[in-house]
């Protein structure tokens, strides 16, 4: 029986979710941004998941064992010229942010199977499909994901989406917004939009204290829009989804 990229993303986000959980104090206000582009227009022009959180960020592009790879591997291509010469210097930040999984449900040893690697190493045969990978890049990316990263190194992050955007779309970049999601340990939830999906600059911490304790307050950010709820969020977890 077929298993759609679709259902694997999903699954991946959903464990992602428990796994970052388990890392996290029950008390910890944590930002974090998870958006699906998969066949929406900025799929295009960036990939199938942006993820954004205090410790990292990361661009992912899943692929079925066995689907057709004809346009992936000119989109591979036309990004591994634009990372030469004076853009170079984001060879080491596309490796850190950018990544390539595949997948095959077809093997008689284990339900999933994957490869997960570099979107520059995407077609490279030196890493074999086995079980396990995706579950390890859950925990890895769990594990990062509650630390927190240099301005310079999200400043890098975002010069490199830019750089993706702008090779891989066709003309203007499509626009897209997203929503910020703060919920609390009995369910309550505060919402605030965000004008650009690759807007990378996460609400600091004091902010998100200071929302939980009141949503009147308002971002530093002015690409955050904050409203108001009757709910008010108690503690935690954040996202950013579209």
């Not at 291509?77 to 942010?97: D, F, H, P, Y």
């Not at 490199?160 to 499509?174: E, H, M, N, S």
């Amino acid at each position: 029986m077929k298993v759609y990229e679709n259902v694997i993303i999903g699954n991946f986000l959903y464990s992602l979710g428990f796994s970052i959980r388990s890392q996290l104090d029950r008390a910890t206000a944590f930002p974090s941004v998870v958006n699906l582009l998969q066949q929406t227009p900025v799929d295009k022009e960036l990939g199938d998941v942006l993820l954004t959180f205090p410790g990292l960020v990361r661009l992912i592009e899943f692929k079925m064992k066995g689907a057709s790879l004809k346009k992936e591997k000119m989109r591979h291509q036309t990004l591994s010229i634009a990372l030469r010469g004076e853009n170079a210097r984001l060879v080491e930040t596309s490796k850190s942010v950018h990544w390539y999984v595949e997948l095959s449900a077809k093997s008689s040893e284990a339900p999933l199977v994957s490869r997960v690697v570099p979107y520059l190493d995407a077609f490279c045969t030196d890493v074999a499909l086995r079980p396990g990978s995706i579950e390890e890049m859950v925990e890895q990316t769990a594990r990062e994901a509650v630390l927190d990263t240099s301005e310079l190194s999200r400043e890098q992050a975002r010069a490199y989406l830019d750089l993706v955007r702008l090779t891989l779309g066709k003309g203007k970049p499509a626009g897209a917004s997203g929503l910020l999601l703060v919920m609390d340990g009995k369910g309550g939830v505060h919402f605030a939009q965000v004008q650009d999906i690759v807007d990378l600059n996460l609400p600091d911490r004091l902010w998100l204290e200071r929302t939980i304790a009141g949503p009147e307050m308002k971002p530093p950010s002015p690409s955050i829009q904050h409203e108001k709820t009757r709910n008010e969020p108690e503690h935690e977890v954040s996202f950013r989804m579209r």
